[in-house]
C-alpha cells in the first residue's frame, strides 16, 4: 500500500530541494532528502562515494534507503536524487511527482543561482554536457512512468509550485 509521503522526482537541477523547503513553509510536513541522508550515513559526499567507491555502491545505498523509507516514513516530503527513480518501490513510498523541465531551461536555473559553479560540481553526471543531455532524454520515459503526477517546472517559481502542488493535493 501506498505511504502518504509526497515525492520530489526530477532531474540534476531542476529544483526539488528548493520546492522540498517551500512545501515545508506551507504545511505541517517535514522534508528529507535522499542525497543528504546517504551523505550523512556514509560521512561523504556523493561526489566522493562516486569517485572513492562507484556509481553501483552509490545506487545500492539509495536501495537500501528506498526500503527504509517505503517501511519507516509517513506524512513527509521526500525530495529524491535524480537517479533514484531506479529503486523499484517508489510507488509504495507515497505519491510521486515528476517535475518535469527541459535540459536548457535546467542549465538556465542552475547557471542563474549564486552558487553556480558548486552545483555543478557537487554532481558527477553533470560534467559532461553531452552525456548528460543524453541521460535526460533516455531518463524521461522513465520519469513519466513512475509518475503519479506531472508539474512543469520551465518558468515556474518554486513558490509557484508549491501552491500548485498544496491546489492538486488538498494539502
Ligand atoms: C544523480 C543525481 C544527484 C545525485 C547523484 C546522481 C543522478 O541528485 O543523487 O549525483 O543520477 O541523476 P540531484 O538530482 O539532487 O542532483
Redesign the pocket.
Known sequence: MKNNNIILMG???VG??SLARELVKRTDRIAID??DLIESLENTK?KKI?ENESEAY?REREKKLSLWLESSVKNSII?I????YHVGNLQDIGHVIYLESSFDAILDRIKSSHNAEKKLKK???LQDMQKAKSLIAERHPKYLASADTVIQTAGKTSASIAEEIIELLGL
Open positions: 532531474f540534476m537541477g526539488k530541494g535522499t542525497d556523493v562516486f552509490f525530495s536524487g535524480g537517479g533514484f554532481r558527477p553526471l
